[in-house]
């Protein structure tokens, strides 16, 4: 579904990493590790096709990825149901029950996004991600600001789509308990004086 040949990305006009090969399959999960600022970040954005690769090769179907970014991404105004009918519409999904059953919204389903505390955003940020019925999720961090019970309910939905046939690359600092390869950013650095990931020095 995705495959990157020696892949280089650069973030600012500046190379951060270079020599990236990998594979995801259906049913697979990659777990991108790594310092801060070692890319993990520039990298997803290279693969939501946001920028363009620096070299390398990239092979993969955009219509096939949904991105799940830093930010949550909500409309403030709308509800809970109105954020996911939105969204269902736009990538042709019919239901949202199943989006608010995965990460347990139907309690809040009529509240408005705006008014929801940072975990609850996440959720429904979350849960859109069943409704783009796209097959390979990007995921940037996914269970920031998520309590153990959500940090649960996120991995068995990431287990669900890897079941169905899905695929999904995520950064993340903590361990989700999704059985997936791990790739460390850390050998693929690109040595550009002007970056330096979060190990000890500082320009
Ligand atoms: N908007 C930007 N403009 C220029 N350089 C940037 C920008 N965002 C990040 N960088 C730089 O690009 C490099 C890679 O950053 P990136 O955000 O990809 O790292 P990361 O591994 O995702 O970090 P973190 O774990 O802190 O989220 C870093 O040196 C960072 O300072």
Known sequence: MIEARDLGVSRGGLPVLTGLSFTLGAGEA???RGPNGSGKTTL??????LQPPLHGELICDLDEIAYGAHADGLKPT???AENLQFW???FGVVTITPALAALDLQALRDRPAGGLSA???RRLSLAR???TGRRVWVLDEPTVSLDGTSVALFAAMVQGHLNSGGAAI???HIDLGVAGRVLDLAPFRATSAAYV???GGFL
Request: proline residues 0%; hydrophobic residues 60%.
């Open 170 to 172: 995520m950064a993340t």
């Open 119 to 121: 975990g609850q955003k």
């Open 30 to 32: 990659l777990i991108l």
């Open 88 to 90: 269902a519409k736009v």
């Open 44 to 49: 997803l954005r290279t693969l939501a096709g």
């Open 197 to 199: 990931a979060d190990e």
């Open 78 to 80: 709308l509800t809970v």
């Open 129 to 131: 991600l069943m409704v």
